[in-house]
């Protein structure tokens, strides 16, 4: 048989392989990004319920010591005692599991798992990832990781109560606590897993941002969304082994009798044989993952930021190349400060300084971005969809929140303010409430392209509101009692008479947390009520540019039913001057719009024959 003949039927049988899949391989165990992508992103949405639902119990705790709780008893049993408190055990596990869940669960995988599988082949024109059958198998490490974390909940122990950071040696000794028993080990099983599925998404984005861009689409044409999941995954690519290391040696220090992280312990008076071990390592491991994972998690969101901005401002982004270089910038940085979380471990104050001259350099990269968010919002045509408030509000907490970073990343005010209130009030702006406000505005702007279907945008709008002034009325008051000296996971603020001066303060906390946790379900009835009973979307509902929105309203698997378009510009033509309309998608040629043109562009005229005759093979004529 001819090479050209067999090209031919491997065509038709991947074509019959994605036209007829039965239910299981369409909607369970299917190959196809789109599909994967929203896997992922209903299961982000389950742990955001469940994360934040664990931190307004807890926050009921510490704003209303005293209440009687017991209509909480028939969801947490054993956790609420015959009096109607809180077991303290619980509360620190309860602490554990709503960082790890938050964290990992929501904002990496949710967040990253879902717009990375979504966008990137859609927006680099590609049939789908480059190995389907991978990206299938990341999902599913992570749902294993994920039954195994919502498993450890049930525990008779208790799910893990050491910190989502896990100190050892809390978590080294199964015998130290009682959330340190079987519920840590589950954690760290399940942690494993989720780095397995971490690594093997991070793998098939890169290749595929590398590999099977269509004709034209070169990097320096790439939206800044891809640039933003590209870096991301090369971030997690680095980083996320550490993890695992660091992970792997804690089960070996917790099973099999090692000391990595473990010397001269003594458990109720008895010396225990452990020698040689430092529990500060794990904390060098740790961070070494965890302050990159801080990026992990905002660099996605500040992606979509870019992409929503620029069409909801119907102007082209301000410094598309400084945007880019900023992106780079802050991932060299992340991978050489992660030591500014360990100023209180005794560190040499001169390699202490190092990693807080190298922190505050951070505040470069970060204020480019800033001010290049705002310069493009500036006198522009802004549409106040739900998606552009919800970048406008994560401009807003990127910039709020960066600031407190500074005053962190000086080591004589960190020591001071270390372990307080100020740091979850600062982590969870800029990272926290920044990162979700991201992924609410991708929901909101992709939703008609994920599910054909219009959001309702009154409801988007309140959604908003609620949540942003929410947000502020939670994390501002806690810089404030951390500058009191408040320390975070403590169980009650009653025993100390300077606690008991903010009651008042942490009641209204409470209260702020406790609607903005209600307003959630705003949006929950918007997103489900849209996919079955929303507006029918139309082609291109905002009047974008990139490549996603050249496909039918709901692509099958392989996104274009016929050729793949090719690329002649940026992503970025908005409100050109002379065009006929304020928007140029990326796939029209410069010879299509010579009354817009730019002197240069012209020049690119000659480039489009040379675009069209590039060798371009179909992706369908390679079996996923």
């Keep these: 048989m001819s090479s050209t003949a067999a090209e031919v039927v491997v065509h038709e049988e991947v074509h019959a392989h994605h036209d007829d899949p039965n239910f299981w391989r369409k909607y369970i165990f299917s190959e196809d990004h789109k599909t994967i992508a929203k896997q992922y992103l209903i299961s982000g949405i389950f742990w955001a319920i469940l994360g934040i639902a664990m931190s307004v119990v807890f926050r009921i705790q510490l704003g209303f010591p005293d209440a009687d709780i017991s ?191 473990l010397s001269e312990i003594y458990i109720a008076g008895e010396a225990l044989p452990n020698v040689g071990g430092s529990p500060i390592l794990f904390q060098h491991l740790f961070w070494f993952l965890g302050h990159p994972e801080v990026y992990i998690v905002l660099l996605p969101a500040l992606g979509i930021t870019s992409e929503i901005i620029a069409t909801n401002s119907r102007k082209p982004i301000f410094g598309y190349r400084a945007m880019i270089a900023s992106l780079l910038g802050i991932a060299f940085l992340a991978f050489i400060v992660w030591a500014h979380h360990m100023f209180v471990t005794g560190m040499n104050p001169f390699l202490g300084s190092v990693f807080m001259f190298l922190t505050l350099i951070i505040a470069v990269p970060s204020a480019v971005k800033a001010f290049n968010y705002i310069t493009t919002l500036w006198k522009g045509n802004i549409i106040f969809t739900p998606a552009m408030l919800f970048s406008i509000g994560l401009v807003s907490f990127f910039v709020s929140g960066g600031l407190t970073g500074i005053i962190l990343g000086n080591s004589a005010l960190d020591i001071q303010l270390h372990d307080t209130y100020f740091v979850v009030a600062h982590f969870h702006i800029v990272m926290g409430a920044a990162s979700a406000f991201g992924f609410f505005a991708g929901v909101y702007h992709w939703f008609p392209k994920m599910f054909g279907r219009m959001m309702n945008t009154t409801l988007g709008q309140i959604h908003f509101w609620c949540t942003f002034i929410g947000v502020y009325l939670i994390f501002f008051p806690l810089h404030y009692i951390g500058i009191a000296g408040f320390p975070r996971r403590y169980y009650q603020f009653t025993t100390y008479d300077f606690t008991k001066t903010y009651t008042d303060l942490n009641m209204f906390v409470t209260v702020a947390a406790i609607l903005t946790f209600a307003s959630q379900f705003i949006f929950l009835y918007n997103f489900f009520a849209s996919i079955f009973a929303g507006k029918r979307a139309p082609q291109n509902p905002w009047r974008s540019n990139t490549l996603e929105w050249t496909t039918p309203i709901n692509p099958g698997h392989g996104n274009w039913p016929g050729e793949i378009p090719a690329v002649y510009r940026w992503s970025y033509d908005y409100s050109k001057p002379g065009a006929a309309e304020d928007f140029i998608p990326q796939n029209v040629p410069y010879s299509q719009t010579l009354e817009s043109n730019l002197p240069h562009e012209n020049e690119e005229i000659k480039m489009e024959a040379e675009i069209e005759a590039q060798n371009f093979n179909d992706q369908f004529d390679q079996p996923h």
């Design 71 to 261: 209509w909480l008893k028939p969801v947490l049993g054993q956790w609420i005692s015959e009096t109607g408190k809180l077991d303290p055990n619980f509360y620190l596990a309860l602490v554990t599991m709503h960082g790890t869940i938050m964290v990992f669960f929501v904002l990496t995988a949710g967040l990253s798992g879902t717009f990375s599988n979504f966008l990137i082949p859609l927006q680099i024109g590609a049939r789908d990832m480059a190995s389907g059958f991978l990206n299938m198998l990341s999902y599913w490490f992570f749902f294993t990781a994920s039954v195994i974390m919502f498993a450890s909940l049930f525990l008779q122990t208790g799910p893990a109560a050491g910190g989502w950071v896990i100190y050892p040696p809390l978590s080294a000794l199964p015998q130290a606590h009682i959330g340190s028993e079987l519920g840590m080990s589950l954690w760290l099983v399940s942690m494993a897993l989720f780095i397995v599925s971490q690594l093997l998404g991070g793998i098939n984005y890169i290749t595929t941002v590398i590999n099977l861009r269509t004709r034209g689409m070169t990097f320096n044409k790439l939206p800044l969304t891809i640039w933003a999941f590209l870096i991301t995954a090369v971030l997690g690519l680095i980083s996320f082994p550490v993890l695992l290391s660091a992970a792997l040696l804690l089960i070996f220090d917790r099973n099999f009798g090692t000391s990595f992280y």
